[in-house]
């Protein structure tokens, strides 16, 4: 899903290729991207990836919600954001949040908020797949 200010995805897709469809950014001074990267280990066990399953439907309108709700609480921005479903294996990306802001130190709180409410409230199940 997408418009002028957003940028929504989950999907199969690697984070790779989505990540290569995001347009340069000239009017924001900070671009900022955090990429979710699969660990080796959880729980000190090694893994090969991790298996990321959804609740079809509701876990993109959830995306939406929390995109559409901070854009009306925090300064204007850009944001794109993709979650990788099925199987990631470690040291490949799951997620990617684009922010793009006119300063850095938004850029990073924004950031850093859309990341907070994604791991809180979008139902995105990780299973392990230990070696």
Do not use: C
């Not at 002028?4 to 000239?26: L, W």
């Amino acid at each position: 899903m997408a418009s002028d200010h957003f940028s929504i995805s989950i999907s199969e897709k690697p984070v790779a290729e989505v990540e290569a469809t995001f347009g340069p950014s000239d009017k924001h001074g900070a671009d900022l991207r955090f990429h979710g990267v699969v660990r080796d280990s959880e729980d000190g066990r090694p893994i090969l990836g991790i298996e990321y399953s959804h609740y079809d439907g509701m876990a993109l309108a959830e995306l939406e919600k929390i995109v559409h709700e901070t854009g009306k609480s925090e300064i204007a921005h850009l944001v794109a954001i993709h979650h990788k479903i099925g199987f990631v294996k470690n040291g490949e990306a799951s997620i990617v949040i684009r922010v793009q802001t006119p300063h850095s130190a938004d850029a990073f709180r924004i950031g850093a908020e859309y990341l907070r409410q994604i791991k809180e409230t979008v139902p995105i199940w990780k299973k392990p797949i230990f070696e």
